[in-house]
């Protein structure tokens, strides 16, 4: 964690700048975000969303000294105060880029995501977190709910197994996070209706990793046995004793969750619970260049995680085990 990280940027963290004003239970799954300083309406979004515990990072990425400038502290503390929700579910962990570092407000450059999903997910008070996707998407079930009634997948979550929730997008008109569908049934008819769509949750399209065919009917869970390397959707997980997201990339969650898979962690599918994002936030585009150094990075970082994670099988004489079936697999097969 933070190994990519400059000293100037790791020393402006302010852990639970503000705290929440309960204490959530360890067995509680906390949602595990950020935001971006001129989009603190998504602390709304959340908390209306989910009911748990959320960790959030706030990255002040520029401040302004001019007179009647934004202030986006000042504004955080005005929403806390007016909604109860917020102050009840939410901490919020300051991180502030230092001036050697800040770009002029009108720059438009990627954000540092995976830093961020690291510093949210373990700063969570809680042993499991959902770790939500960056684009926008929301949770639109009860997922603690969910592995509370089930006890047999809440021992797998244990025993360090992810949990995916299939994502989807809503085309136009956009329906306003008020309006989105809270179930299954409300969403697969939306699907049927030809406004919402599966998201492949890939940057890369390679595999199918969640056949919605077979979703709309599945009751139990579905173990995903193709792995795409290129896969980033909404998980469910540990918040210890797992690998953390690579910070060489820029926003990278397919990063995170590949070397999980690797390291022997199995992937199922989630037949209720799902995320959706309603079109309100426009999805930040990448450049040619950005898209170009984005794939030839992530290929090497292919190479390297099927080395790194072989050698430790091999070394551990465990390369034939079970739970180094996904590296066998997936580095033999190449990317």
Not at 228 to 240: A, E, I, L, Q, T
Not at 294 to 309: A, G, I, V, W
Request: charge should be neutral; charged fraction near 25%; hydrophobic fraction near 35%.
């Amino acid at each position: 964690m933070f190994t990519f990280s400059s000293p100037d940027i790791t020393d402006n963290i302010q852990p639970f700048f503000v705290r929440s004003e309960s204490t959530p239970r360890p067995d509680e799954i906390t949602l595990a975000a950020f935001v971006q300083q001129d989009e603190l309406s998504e602390l709304i979004r959340l908390v209306e969303h989910f009911q748990g515990p959320i960790s959030v990072v706030l990255h002040l990425d520029y401040t302004s000294e001019e007179p009647g400038a934004p202030n986006p502290i000042a504004r955080l503390h005005t929403m806390r105060n007016s909604s109860p929700k917020i102050r009840n579910q939410v901490d919020i962990h300051v991180i502030t880029t230092p001036r050697t570092h800040r770009r002029p407000a009108s720059t438009t450059v990627q954000q540092q995501s995976n830093l961020h999903r690291n510093m949210a997910r373990f700063f969570a008070r809680t042993d499991f977190v959902l770790l939500l996707d960056a684009d926008g998407s929301l949770p639109a079930t009860d997922v603690a709910k969910t592995f509370r009634d089930y006890q047999p997948w809440m021992e797998k979550l244990r025993a360090g197994n992810v949990f995916v929730l299939p994502g989807f997008n809503v085309l136009a008109p956009v329906l306003k996070y008020t309006q989105l569908p809270r179930d299954k049934s409300s969403l697969l008819a939306l699907v049927h209706e030809g406004q919402v769509v599966l998201s492949e949750k890939t940057w890369k399209r390679t595999i199918r990793n969640v056949d919605f065919n077979a979703w709309a009917t599945q009751t139990r869970l579905s173990a995903i046995q193709n792995y795409d390397p290129y896969f980033g959707p909404s998980v469910v997980m540990r918040r210890d004793k797992m690998l953390w997201c690579p910070e060489r990339f820029g926003d990278n969650q397919a990063a995170c969750l590949f070397e999980l898979y690797l390291s022997g962690a199995d992937f199922w599918v989630l037949p209720t619970d799902y995320t959706i994002n309603g079109g309100e936030r426009a999805e930040v585009e990448l450049t040619e260049r950005e898209k170009t150094i984005n794939t030839r990075l992530y290929q090497k970082f292919h190479e390297e995680s099927c080395l790194k994670h072989a050698r430790a099988f091999y070394a551990a004489g465990e390369w034939d085990s079970d739970r180094a079936k996904h590296c066998r697999i997936s580095c033999q097969k190449g990317e």
